[in-house]
């Protein structure tokens, strides 16, 4: 399968712990994508990476979360101290740079409880 | 802040009906418009994507159309099938340097195709 993939798929967890996810993207693709996704709405912008510089963060991305790509191939995102309003799926996805499609590929989603 | 609205939130249509789902958006400084489909509790999947200087795509039964200047795009499904039944998201990516390169979603077209 060359998709973009993530692990793992479900993630339950206790208020107050610390979690991290993992996204190995397409393996051509240089710039790689998280967002998180609320029941009932679209998926929101967290932030990206070119190869392995972060080179922008959304507002959403409070000091608790951290995200990181070493050696600008898979990536891992962490959320410290985790709160019931953390829970979402969280969608990477990849593209390829620069390209004239600029097709983003999603993953199939971590999805993350909080209780 | 860029706004990305679609129109109708819920579509319920008979198997072979011809429709269209709409999309616009608040800022007409974009660098691309995607269209997505998600099944349930899974990604996203790329149905078609129209760069700024470009008026429509086509990818077998789907059209997408953008003008860019009135900020709309629309996607067109002929022949529909109980297969089609997904949300359908719009996606816009801005124009602009500096790395603003992640997508700004709607919350979505959520479509059923009776049988």
């Not at chain 2, 795509?57 to 022949?79: E, F, V």
Request: include cysteine; charged fraction near 20%.
């Amino acid at each position: 399968d060359t998709g973009v993939s993530q692990n793992p798929r479900h993630k339950i967890t206790k208020r107050g712990q610390n979690v991290t996810f993992r996204c190995d993207p397409i393996s051509e693709h240089n710039r790689l994508y998280w967002y998180r996704q609320t029941l009932g709405q679209g998926p929101e912008f967290l932030t990206y990476f070119q190869n392995e510089a972060q080179l922008e963060k959304s507002r959403l991305l409070s000091d608790r979360f951290s995200a990181e790509r070493p050696k600008g191939s898979f990536s891992t995102l962490e959320i410290q101290r985790t709160e019931q309003g953390d829970s979402a799926m969280y969608l990477c996805a990849s593209s390829l740079d620069p390209g004239w499609a600029d097709t983003q590929y999603f993953g199939p989603g971590t999805r993350l409880t909080v209780l | 802040k860029q706004e990305v609205t679609q129109i109708p939130a819920a579509l319920s249509v008979p198997e072979g009906e011809n429709l269209v789902l709409n999309c616009s958006f608040t800022d007409s400084a974009i660098y691309n418009l995607q269209w997505f489909r998600q099944d349930p509790g899974k990604g996203l999947t790329s149905l078609l994507l129209i760069q700024s200087s470009q008026r429509e795509q086509t990818s077998g039964r789907l059209n997408a159309s953008l003008d860019k200047s009135s900020g709309r795009s629309t996607l067109y499904i002929a022949a529909s099938q109980p297969g089609d039944s997904a949300t359908y998201l719009c996606a816009v990516r801005p124009l602009g340097g500096g790395g603003a390169d992640g997508l700004t979603f709607g919350k979505g077209t959520h479509l059923i195709i009776q049988p």
